[in-house]
């Protein structure tokens, strides 16, 4: 009874803060100071539309490769402690049957040495004899009973495929949800997206793939590489600007271009593109560890 009276009082609690707070809520007449410079001066000096992408990658492009360390760190972190590791467990059980096989001691026969003794002695080992005898009809039959209905079990496991449905979504929305990922991730710099969001779109098709065909396996290692020479580049297109342009990953070392035009914005559709494609690997990675 308490226990329910505790949880009633802080559901009370958490909706009299959440009440508190939407009541004092005021949207803003106008833009803070920090904000009214990043929108005047990033169409300017960044040649983007899309003023939150210049924001991430450029000025906050340190923050940026933040993120994208830490989540390379998760699927690190992931990949180590799913990883499966059966020499291991195959050395364990050796060394176990094998401490097991030292510690049984060898049976040492008794030798009976009155006649009574031999009687009693006889008497135990018919009755011991008739004990194994059933057990070993009562285990005979019981295993007969498990193997023939295992065989069932082994014909049904293999013929589970995903429905018609999953199938079917998968050859129709797949090449649809690659093709968006990869635009999100090359206009980024144009309009609403990016490489986050777009590798993010790209790791969803990935699993629907998985879900679809549960016995496709991923090249981890391919991805893997991918992954890490997207890294030293996005790393090194940040160097580049740290010596060329103003900054570390400051597009200006290239040209800004026309201002809306696909190609533009300096260097930031590409430092994009390598983060989509370095999001999307490291979230494949995750997604195939987690379904092994």
């Known amino acids: 009874m308490m226990r329910h009276i505790l949880v009633a009082a802080i559901v009370v609690l958490f909706g009299l803060i959440f009440?508190?707070?939407?009541?004092?809520?005021?949207?803003?007449?106008?833009?803070?100071?920090?904000?009214?410079?990043?929108?005047?001066?990033?169409?300017?000096?960044?040649?983007?539309?899309?003023?939150?992408?210049?924001?991430?990658?450029?000025?906050?492009?340190?923050?940026?490769?933040?993120?994208?360390?830490?989540?390379?760190?998760?699927?690190?972190?992931?990949?180590?402690?799913?990883?499966?590791?059966?020499?291991?467990?195959?050395v364990a059980k050796v060394s176990s049957d094998k401490a097991a096989g030292e510690k049984t001691p060898a049976a040492k026969p008794v030798l009976a040495r009155t006649e009574a003794a031999r009687a009693a002695a006889a008497r135990a080992a018919a009755a011991k004899a008739n004990a194994s005898a059933r057990a070993a009809t009562a285990g005979t039959v019981a295993v007969k009973t498990a193997r023939a209905a295992e065989p069932a079990e082994d014909d049904e496991a293999p013929q589970r495929e995903p429905s018609e449905i999953v199938r079917t979504g998968t050859e129709v929305l797949l090449p649809l949800i690659f093709t968006f990922g990869a635009y999100v991730i090359v206009n980024g710099h144009l309009s609403a997206g990016g490489g986050f969001q777009g590798g993010a779109i790209v790791a969803s098709g990935v699993m629907l793939m998985l879900l679809a065909r549960p016995g496709a396996t991923l090249n981890v290692a391919l991805l893997s590489i991918v992954e890490s020479f997207a890294g030293v580049f996005y790393v090194g297109l940040g160097i580049l600007g740290l010596v060329l342009a103003g900054g570390f990953l400051d597009p200006r070392f290239l040209p800004k271009g026309e201002f809306g035009a696909f190609i533009s914005a300096g260097a930031i559709p590409l430092i994009s593109a390598l983060l989509g494609i370095k999001v999307g690997a490291e979230l494949s990675v995750i997604i195939d560890r987690f379904r092994s």
Do not use: C, H, Q, W
């Not at 990033?42 to 830490?70: K, M, Q, S």
């Open 19 to 90: 009440a508190r707070m939407v009541g004092g809520y005021v949207e803003l007449d106008a833009l803070r100071p920090l904000a009214l410079d990043y929108v005047t001066r990033a169409p300017v000096e960044l040649g983007t539309p899309n003023i939150i992408t210049g924001i991430l990658i450029t000025y906050r492009g340190f923050d940026t490769l933040g993120e994208v360390a830490v989540l390379f760190m998760v699927a690190a972190s992931v990949g180590l402690l799913l990883k499966k590791d059966d020499g291991k467990a195959s």
